[in-house]
């Protein structure tokens, strides 16, 4: 079943950092859009960072830039979030989707992903 499988959530002081991970038990991601999307209590769900093949090109919130990367394993089977300098405003549960053949320009909506992962949590908190 081609369902994205979340992983690496916890939690962690202010200032620290969290790796999550992605990936789609059976399948490669190498013709998909992949996205991390993040729902705080009470808000709306938003975009955090995503990729695509069409475009090797990262793309980043604004409240992701310059302490969130997003990378690739070289096989195309999982995807990173790298997240640095956390504060609690990062606090909420992070979801990986996908779309197939998804383009780089609307992948970090969430009305154009089409399956999602069951989510993980992030808290940050001391």
């Known amino acids: 079943q081609l369902q994205p499988v979340e992983s690496g959530g916890g939690k962690v002081q202010p200032g620290g950092s969290l790796r999550l991970s992605c990936t789609v038990p059976?399948?490669?991601?190498?013709?998909?859009?992949i996205g991390w999307f993040r729902q705080a209590p009470g808000k709306e769900r938003e975009g955090v960072s995503c990729l695509s093949t069409s475009s090797m090109t990262p793309r980043l919130a604004d409240s992701a830039k310059g302490r969130f990367t997003i990378s690739v394993d070289s096989a195309w089977k999982t995807v990173y979030l790298q997240m640095n300098s956390l504060t609690p405003e990062d606090t909420a549960v992070y979801y990986c989707?996908?779309?197939?053949?998804?383009?780089?320009?609307?992948?970090?909506?969430?009305?154009?992903?089409?399956?999602w992962g069951k989510g993980t949590l992030v808290t940050v908190s001391a």
């Open positions: 059976g399948f490669t991601l190498d013709d998909y859009a």
């Open positions: 989707a996908i779309v197939p053949e998804g383009d780089y320009n609307d992948c970090l909506e969430a009305d154009y992903m089409d399956i």
